[in-house]
């Protein structure tokens, strides 16, 4: 569930209410009366709590929803468990959206205490610290950095210059150089009648101990869960990460990969410099990608993988090696 740090919740709702608010279509013996509190995600929605469902890949873990309500189509609403309360709707990620927008109107922080600072705090000239953030002691933040409502960093911090905090929270021992953005909106869009609509990014960025992210790279907050660094990660200059995507601990990430959304990246990866990895996609524990690959697919643990798209990487030199052969003959 978002985090009420960062996010101020409208609400409850009924279920009648919402039906209301999204023209979606209640399934009989439905209790229209059934309080829905907030938003969530399939894996964390409790009772009182509305979730989505409209990808069967994920067709498992809905069956295991304890979410008390759910938007889904009619086609998929078959998989529920009993007494989840199901909501028909031609478009869910559309319905879901308009949905998350009545809980969360708005993207005012709630009101908070004033910033507190460890021991030993370091703040640069033009740096900015915002209501309810807290940082730990020894930490240092530069020039003209902000550091956004309710932000936990860490003790023994190095947050470099122009670098922008929100919706996260930061380890102990963690070096952001400068420029560096965590905390951003996901990109994240439903086509309506009445043009792009926009999806509410109500997660968190959570970067774990001992993390350092090289300069002008983003790291964007989840849509509904949370974006996640593992502990002891590097992560080079000018480096893409999506919402929801889950990143294990002591990876090397290089210059300009671009990670899309919900990806899950295992321990010990490394990914090599202008890779781009498509969306939804798993990278087992201690896999390689050579640089300038194209992933489409999923990478089992331990396999080295290059190209465009990405396959073994004996196979991509089996296949240049032959290219070449061919062009020779040719001459």
Not at 23 to 33: L, N, Q
Not at 145 to 163: L, W
Not at 190 to 207: D, H, Y
Not at 255 to 264: D, F, L, N, Y
């Amino acid at each position: 569930m978002p985090d009420p740090r960062f996010f101020r919740r409208a609400g409850p709702f009924s279920i009648a209410d919402i039906a209301q608010r999204t023209g979606v279509e209640i399934t009989p013996g439905a209790d229209m009366h059934l309080a829905i509190s907030d938003v969530g995600t399939i894996d964390d929605a409790g009772p009182t709590d509305i979730t989505a469902f409209y990808d069967r890949r994920y067709v498992i873990a809905f069956a295991g929803t304890r979410a008390g309500a759910c938007v889904t189509t009619e086609a998929l609403a078959a998989h529920a468990p009993s007494g989840c309360a199901i909501v028909i709707a031609a478009d869910p990620r559309a319905a879901f959206a308009e949905i998350c927008h009545a809980f969360y109107p708005d993207d005012s922080p709630p009101v908070a205490a004033e910033p507190v600072f460890g021991h030993g705090v370091e703040i640069g000239s033009g740096a900015f610290i915002d209501t309810g953030a807290v940082i730990g002691a020894n930490t240092r933040i530069g020039a003209n950095a902000v550091i956004g409502a309710g932000v936990v960093v860490g003790d023994n911090c190095r947050i470099g210059a122009n670098v922008t905090l929100s919706h996260c929270l930061i380890g102990d021992r963690v070096v952001l150089h400068p420029g560096v953005q965590v905390g951003q909106d996901g990109f994240g869009f439903v086509p309506t009648r009445q043009g792009l609509r926009k999806i509410p990014q109500l997660g968190r960025v959570i970067i774990e101990n001992d993390v350092e992210v090289g300069a002008n790279s983003c790291i964007d907050r989840g849509a509904a869960g949370d974006t996640v660094v593992g502990a002891g990660t590097k992560i080079d200059n000018l480096v893409q990460i999506a919402h929801n995507v889950r990143i294990g601990p002591n990876c090397v990430i290089v210059a300009q990969v671009g990670i899309a959304g919900s990806c899950t990246i295992g321990a010990g990866v490394l990914i090599g410099g202008q890779t781009a990895v498509s969306d939804h996609l798993t990278v087992g524990d201690g896999a390689q990608i050579a640089g300038k690959s194209g992933l489409m697919r999923d990478v089992a643990a331990g396999e080295v993988v290059m190209g465009y798209p990405a396959k073994p990487i004996r196979q991509f030199w089996r296949e240049i090696a032959g290219l070449s052969r061919l062009t020779r003959r040719d001459k």
